[in-house]
């Protein structure tokens, strides 16, 4: 399978894990978008050398892999592109900050702590964002966008690039695939015509969008989507999921989570 093909696969595979039939799944879409903002908020708000207290943040999104019943080796995998590149962010701190600061008792180097801080602030905050793309799916995050009174023409751009960027992707696949059957045993795409090619595909993609637009118009678009999930009425169980997430962040947030798990059992197997 192409690399474009791959790429189709994957959005078309993230749709399906989105729409099971898990309890997570069914929780209220602006429940889990609140969770999730609020989640990545606090991860952010950490000092920069405050990496015993931050690691107590991976509960959230170990507890999520579980509920959710997701594999955490194929995450991993699609993110295996992002998350690299989260962690290069901070790579140069040891070469900045040359202070030292002690540790639980012990001398380190300021810089490296500030490192291991800004990577796991962006992995924290990566993986929050695919636990919830993965539990929730487009449909409803629009809706829980237009909940909080997003802009109606962003919620729709968002949507229908969204949805749409698997047709882009199939139209250069098709395009790539007749380009490499008149051009036989040539690597790639020569430099020579990717201006022509890119100009195919802008035409090709503005005659499907306006056959969308019609589409839609024919079906009687005005403006505004029907979101799925737009009758759900709020549960019980939505309230309860949003206060107990609330409440256990705010938690380890305050509290060294580590350091109370290591003195407990320290002091049972001591």
């Known amino acids: 399978m192409s690399k474009i093909g791959n790429a189709i696969y994957e959005i078309h595979h993230m749709d399906t894990i989105a729409a099971r039939d898990q309890w997570v799944n ?3 879409p602006l429940v889990k978008f609140v969770i999730t903002v609020f989640y990545i908020a606090v991860v952010v708000s950490f000092p920069k050398y405050d990496v015993i207290g931050l690691a107590g943040m991976v ?11 997701l594999s955490f080796r194929d995450s991993l ?35 490296v702590l500030s490192m ?6 962006g992995i924290f905050s990566v993986l929050a964002s695919y636990l919830l793309i993965a539990t929730t799916s487009i449909e409803k995050l629009c809706y829980a966008l237009r909940l909080l009174h997003v802009p109606q023409i962003l919620v729709t751009q968002i949507m229908l690039t969204y949805r749409y960027i698997t ?8 395009m790539t695939q007749a380009y490499a059957l008149r051009a036989p045993g040539q690597k790639g795409i020569h430099f020579k015509v990717w201006g022509s090619l890119t100009g195919q595909l802008l035409f090709r993609s503005m005659d499907r969008a306006t056959a969308v637009y019609e589409s839609m118009t024919l079906r009687g678009y005005q403006g505004e989507f029907h979101y799925i999930g737009e009758k759900a ?5 939505d309230f309860c999921y949003l206060a107990v997430w609330l409440i ?7 509290v060294p989570v580590i350091l109370v798990a290591g003195r407990l059992t320290g002091g049972l197997f001591g």
Request: glycine fraction near 4%.
């Open 59 to 69: 509960i959230y999104p170990l507890a999520m892999f579980i509920l959710a019943e």
């Open 248 to 254: 256990l962040i705010l938690l380890f947030r305050r």
């Open 77 to 111: 995998k699609r993110l295996r592109v992002v998350l690299p590149l989260v962690c290069l962010i901070g790579i140069f701190n040891p070469f900045f900050d040359k202070l030292s600061v002690t540790v639980c008792g012990i001398r380190m180097s300021a810089g």
């Open 167 to 174: 047709v882009l992707l199939s139209e250069v696949n098709r």
């Open 233 to 237: 009425k709020w549960r019980k169980q």
């Open 26 to 28: 069914q929780i209220h």
């Open 116 to 121: 291991l801080t800004l990577m796991m602030k």
